[in-house]
């Protein structure tokens, strides 16, 4: 029976008063059937959506009142989905979803609670919940899902009124459009023309996801299952198990697939596509066969089992003589071992069979750099050995060797330093560590051993100046004070020392400086500095100043050695004046 516009609508307004009047009793559950009905004859009525998000809402509010909370939830999406525009709705939803600590704004949370409603049936509040997600930031898995809730409410609705089909691939198209990559609404919208009987456009979706990806477990399975649609309906056509054995060749299931070509000769003998069919599978068992050796060489190759990944590989190679992959993969075991000869061997014969095979080639001309490096590093542990066993130059010289090859390797050029240092050459040593430091300037080790070297170079060169001082040969002592200061500016003992070595040799001058320096950096420690600059300036006849440094020197340091010649040098310049 077909209802008339004019029944449809009276019907409608009936179903409206009467879901009002339950609803103002609060009974609910009739409220929200009487609505439905009214929805499912005219879903397209504003005032019957409206209607049912408001007593979805209120059974929602009822719901919560009496510590149902999960019954609140989904009666608050259902409120959504009827009216997304219900605030109401959505501020009872966040604050149910705060009460379980859920935060409204977490989005992966929000899809998995979509899927708990969906799991328990409840389509339309995992809708509801799934718009919000959308609402929030528009997500292909919430459209993909979307999709499959209304594919399943078409198939549950006999004559689908309401356009739950229209609606679901609408969603998938949004998914599709979001992430063209994704093959999984590609197969979603295969599966409802499938489910309607539309097999052929079904399975041309299953083909787009699989060209798609072809490496897709859910594509193939599906493109299996719409076969297999098609054979349930027509059993007889030829075609169909060729379909289904292509399939199932995806899978790699080729017993099933050599079944269904011979399923399709027998139909018709002479199917070129069945015949052709077969031929491949036989080619298909051999590359199988093929992989099955490669993967377990490669697998063998990477735990460094690589005389066993070599007969593997050679096992390929006699399926596939002409594969130049195989060939640089053999190359490459037999590199990882070390045996050049036969790495050179294998990957000339990669070249010989394809000379434009750029992994070959790559491979023959960083072999010769890996024995290079090889040799290399064999020398660096004979320099270690050697320096470890005291043979200091023997040791150097390979180190300076090895620095030609490697000139940016720190650890190199940190191990030259020590043997520099051991060998007491510490200006080499200083410039080895400052070069190590120079590539690897965090390194703390480089850092101590620069200012360990530095600090032993001082004392080298401060011994020597106090013995040259010592025997009287002042400008030797002279020199090392200088070259010290270079680098210890700041020692106020070595200015000091100077200032003697000067004041030896009749250099008033150089002295003069000398000493007042050491005061300036250490005025107590080194005090007798002040007293011989003003003895100094005393006999230049700079008179006003030297008094000004007496009387510093007293004022500095009244335990003194000279504090009583400071003081009766001054008594005796005051006396003359």
Avoid: C
């Avoid at 604050?95 to 704004?105: C, E, F, G, H």
């Avoid at 098609?230 to 060749?249: C, D, E, K, M, S």
């Amino acid at each position: 029976y077909q209802m008339s516009e004019a029944d449809k609508k009276a019907e409608v307004s009936r179903l409206i008063n009467q879901g009002i009047k339950y609803h103002s009793t609060r009974n609910y559950p009739l409220a929200i059937k009487s609505f439905t009905d009214a929805y499912e004859l005219d879903s397209a009525n504003l005032e019957v959506s409206s209607n049912l998000s408001i007593t979805h809402n209120n059974y929602g509010k009822y719901l919560a009142e009496r510590t149902d909370p999960k019954g609140a939830l989904s009666q608050f999406r259902t409120a959504l989905y009827y009216d997304i525009n219900n605030d109401i709705a959505r501020k009872n939803l966040e604050t149910q979803l705060q009460n379980k600590k859920v935060n409204p704004k977490d989005l992966n949370i929000r899809l998995i609670e979509a899927e708990d409603e969906r799991a328990q049936s409840n389509f339309f509040a995992a809708l509801g919940e799934l718009n919000e997600v959308n609402r929030i930031k528009e997500t292909p898995r919430a459209h993909v899902m979307i999709g499959k809730i209304y594919h399943v409410l078409s198939l549950r609705s006999m004559d689908d009124k309401v356009g739950y089909m229209a609606k679901a691939l609408k969603s998938l198209d949004k998914a599709q459009a979001l992430e063209p990559k994704d093959p999984e609404p590609i197969i979603a919208k295969g599966d409802i023309y499938v489910a309607k009987g539309k097999i052929s456009k079904g399975i041309d979706y299953y083909k787009q996801a699989i060209e798609l990806d072809p490496t897709s477990g859910p594509a193939q399975q599906a493109l299996v299952n719409g076969w297999l649609a098609a054979i349930r309906v027509a059993p007889g056509v030829a075609n169909n198990f060729v379909g289904l054995a292509t399939a199932y060749q995806l899978q790699n299931n080729l017993d099933q697939a050599e079944k269904n070509y011979r399923r399709a000769l027998q139909l018709e003998p002479t199917n070129q596509l069945a015949l052709d069919g077969i031929k491949s599978i036989e080619n298909d068992k051999v590359q199988m066969e093929l992989d099955l050796f490669l993967n377990k060489a490669i697998a063998l190759q990477k735990e460094g089992r690589y005389d066993e990944s070599i007969d593997h590989y050679i096992k390929a190679v006699r399926l596939s003589p002409r594969n130049a992959d195989i060939h640089y993969n053999i190359g490459t075991s037999f590199q990882a071992k070390k045996d050049w000869f036969q790495a050179e061997k294998a990957y000339r014969r990669a070249l010989e069979l394809d000379p434009t095979h750029k992994e070959a080639d790559l491979a023959l001309k960083a072999m010769m750099n890996d024995r290079r490096e090889t040799q290399i590093s064999e020398a660096f542990d004979k320099a270690i050995a050697l320096q470890q066993q005291g043979m200091l130059p023997e040791a150097i010289v390979i180190y300076q060797k090895v620095a030609q090859d490697k000139p940016n390797d720190d650890t190199l050029f940190y191990n030259l330093g020590t043997a520099y240092q051991a060998s007491g050459e510490f200006d080499k040593a200083k410039e080895s560590f400052t070069r190590a430091l120079t590539l690897k300037p965090e390194d703390q080790s480089y850092k101590d051993a620069l200012a360990f070297v530095l600090n032993k170079k001082s004392d080298t060169l401060l011994e020597k100046g106090l013995n040259a001082q010592t025997n009287g040969k002042y400008e030797d002592a002279i020199a090392a004070y200088t070259e010290l200061l270079t680098t210890n500016p700041q020692r106020a003992d070595i200015w000091y020392n100077l200032g003697i070595a000067y004041q030896s040799i009749a250099k008033p001058d150089e002295a003069y400086n000398a000493y007042v320096k050491a005061f300036e950096i250490s005025p107590r420690e080194h005090s007798d500095a002040i007293f011989f600059a003003a003895l100094i300036l005393e006999d230049k006849k700079n008179i006003t100043k030297a008094m000004e440094l007496y009387e510093k020197y007293i004022k500095v340091a009244p335990s003194g050695e000279y504090f009583m010649d400071a003081h009766d040098r001054l008594e005796y310049i005051k006396s003359q004046n």
